[in-house]
């Protein structure tokens, strides 16, 4: 019998091109899991496995053969993301918001064909998205940079960084509060809104070089979890961009939006299943652990207790209901035909993120009152799984959040703005 591939207990039914994009993720495992500890203890990003992943050609993974890529898809982002977070949850965590970038170039291809660009937008539009597929699938890390300080009542994620014209490109002014790989990847895809628009119609993409004049890196975040993303974010002061490195349509983003089936731009799932891989390596830990271990007295197993069991019985129900969780929104996401309306899925996902993180949270919970004092350690997988998973509960959105919105959505028929646009303070 084949051997099971860690990324196929999230997705059980691989086909044989998904199991082979799998394989590579296996492959790079080891290593993950061999700096998970160091590099979380350093709070530094292990800049090695830019190389390690990008010679398994991982970093094209869900990028279309005809640009040069695997070809995989959602199910294999998913699997991905899950199968890393078992080995080191912050590589998996910035590993996943490089592959959000190739949304910047795939929902854009399917707006030209559903005719939501002019003929005049459209050699522009697929200049820069096929750009974009292109050079992911070389080899580039892209960090997607969107997110800033800068709150908004109605919308989750606000954008004040600002990008006038200037003569042959564009002058970027801001600052990233968040994003992963920050002094580590090749380009930053910049999220700002054009000068002299108030809504998400002005809302523009930029590639931006590490290195650009300009830029420079924050202060270190002393987080909670997720240590080692390299996650400081980043200034942009004058910054020129060149035109042809830039998607300034009025409009383009929405539009593009508007392709995604239901979880943002239609992968933020896979960092649902970044924490669901954490969870799962921490249950898998501790059960080895309690079963190994035997009371000095009777010579049975740890395990066997009465207060072990009740808390073995509660990680094991937490982390099928994360899973279950995460295999329908997969399903929702991917099925063709589809099988709900883009609203529902839509739906489904503000209602699923925050359930599977806080499961995912309490699997870690739980693991540390049944390791004892033996788990309470910084450094040890029950330390790090409970500090990296609480980040699970608070970034994008919290469950009280999702919660909230679909209850609006039930009762007054209300959207909440995914993007909104905000003055620099």
């Known amino acids: 019998m084949t051997d099971t591939l860690t990324g196929e207990r999230l997705v059980d039914d691989m086909t044989g091109a998904e199991r082979d994009r799998a394989q590579r993720v296996e492959s790079v495992l080891p290593a993950l899991r061999a700096a998970a500890a160091k590099a979380d203890e350093q709070a530094r990003f292990p800049i090695e496995h830019v190389a390690l992943l990008r010679e398994a050609g991982l970093l094209g993974l869900v990028v279309p053969r005809e640009y040069g890529g695997l070809g995989g898809t959602l199910r294999d982002l998913a699997a991905a993301t899950y199968a890393m977070g078992t080995a080191c949850p912050s590589t998996a965590l910035a590993y996943f918001f490089h592959n959000t970038s190739a949304s910047r170039g795939l929902l854009p291809l399917e707006a030209i064909e559903a005719g939501l660009f002019t003929g005049e937008e459209v050699p522009v539009v697929r200049a820069f ?22 709150k908004s009542s109605g919308a989750n994620i606000t954008i004040a960084t600002t990008a006038r014209r200037t003569e042959g490109g564009w002058i970027l002014d801001g600052e990233k509060s968040f994003g992963c790989a920050t002094g580590v990847a090749d380009y930053y895809l910049t999220t700002a809104k054009l000068e002299g628009h108030e809504t998400a119609d002005g809302l523009v993409t930029f590639f931006v070089p590490r290195d650009a004049p300009g830029v420079s890196v924050r202060a270190p975040w002393d987080g909670l979890g997720m240590r080692a993303t390299a996650n400081n974010g980043i200034r942009l002061d004058e910054v020129f961009v060149p035109a042809d490195e830039a998607l300034t349509i009025p409009g383009a983003f929405t539009r593009m939006l508007r392709m995604s089936r239901g979880s943002f731009v239609g992968n933020q799932l896979a960092i ?35 207060v072990h069991q009740q808390l073995i019985g509660e990680m094991t129900v937490q982390l099928e209901t994360a899973f279950l969780w995460l295999r329908r929104q997969l399903l929702l996401e991917t099925s063709e035909p589809p099988l709900r309306p883009k609203a529902e899925v839509f739906r489904q996902w503000r209602l699923g ?36 998973l609480a980040m699970g509960l608070v970034m994008t959105f919290p469950a009280e959040r999702g919660r909230l919105e679909v209850a609006q959505l039930v009762t007054q028929d209300k959207e909440n703005e995914l993007f909104a646009v905000a003055d620099r303070p």
Do not use: H
């Not at 974009?132 to 940079?145: D, E, I, K, P, Q």
């Open 129 to 150: 998205a096929e750009k974009l597929l292109t050079r992911m699938a070389s080899g580039a890390w892209l960090a997607n940079f969107a997110s800033e300080s800068v």
């Open 272 to 306: 649902a299943a970044v924490y669901t891989g954490c969870a799962q390596n921490v249950y898998d830990v501790v059960i080895e652990q309690l079963t190994g271990k035997t009371f000095a007295d009777t010579g049975r197993p740890i395990a066997s207790s009465p």
């Open 353 to 388: 993120k925050g359930s599977v993180t806080e499961c995912c949270f309490q699997v870690a919970l739980t693991a540390f009152k049944a390791s004892g004092t033996s788990g309470a350690m910084m450094g040890g997988v029950v330390g790090r799984a409970l500090r990296d």
